[in-house]
């Protein structure tokens, strides 16, 4: 099932090529507007080394970034579940701090951090900490009722409780918060190397853009769907191999 279904995945991206190759032909569309597949390939394959280059720094700060933030939202969750106060007191603060926008934070985080790694490392924690810890605090909080009063009748402690009852079955929901994690990481690397820094992919693309090689920020952003496809089906591979239950 899973080979037929990437057949056809196969399938509709060839038949999406030949539509984007027919409709730059046919309607004479400018290069400098919208290049032919054809001329994406052949930046992919001569410009090899300087897409890789940057692309290796581009996953590198997607990578640290999806750690931090996934610890950081694990941890975050663990602590409101324990304490209701806390989670009064802090719960506002994290819904607030989501409607912040993004770009309007990111010039500060290179202001602050500097036009190195970390900027773009903070930017990718700050936009996936908040599906790490509401999906993981949601599903702490919502532990079948029968598996705590079993627990109560063994008189366990609260940190067991915590750890080996409300965790387990906050999994499937952590599983969906890791999933949107890794959707939305490429969008802070991304972000903060437009706003400021000199490799990267997005970086890359900025500066391509502004020399009109449009076919080559093409080829930066085709690998960077790659590489979010990639990571994106990396995690789900995982979380059913790990979690068998959670897909079913």
Known sequence: ??????????????????????????????????????????????????????????????????????????????????????????????????????????????????????????????IIYFPVTATCYDGLRNTPVQWLELAKTMKISPIAMLFKVRLPAALPSLASGLRIAVSVAPIGAIVGEWVGSSQGLGYLMLHANARMQVDLMFSALFLLMVMALLLYLSTDYLLRKMLPWVGK
């Open 1 to 126: 099932m899973k080979i037929k279904s990437l057949v056809h995945t196969l399938l509709l991206s060839m038949v999406l090529l030949l539509l984007w190759q027919s409709a730059v032909s046919f309607f004479d569309v400018p290069r400098y507007m919208l290049p032919p597949p054809t001329q994406v390939f052949e930046q992919l394959t001569d410009r090899y080394d300087l897409l890789w280059q940057h692309s290796q720094i581009t996953l590198l700060e997607i990578a640290l970034g999806l750690f931090l933030g996934v610890l950081l939202g694990l941890t975050s969750a663990l602590l409101l579940s324990l304490s209701r106060s806390l989670s009064k007191l802090l719960l506002p603060l994290l819904v607030i701090s989501q409607a912040i926008p993004v770009f309007a934070i990111a010039p500060l985080l290179v202001l602050w951090f500097g036009y190195g790694l970390a900027s773009k490392i903070v930017m990718t924690v700050l």
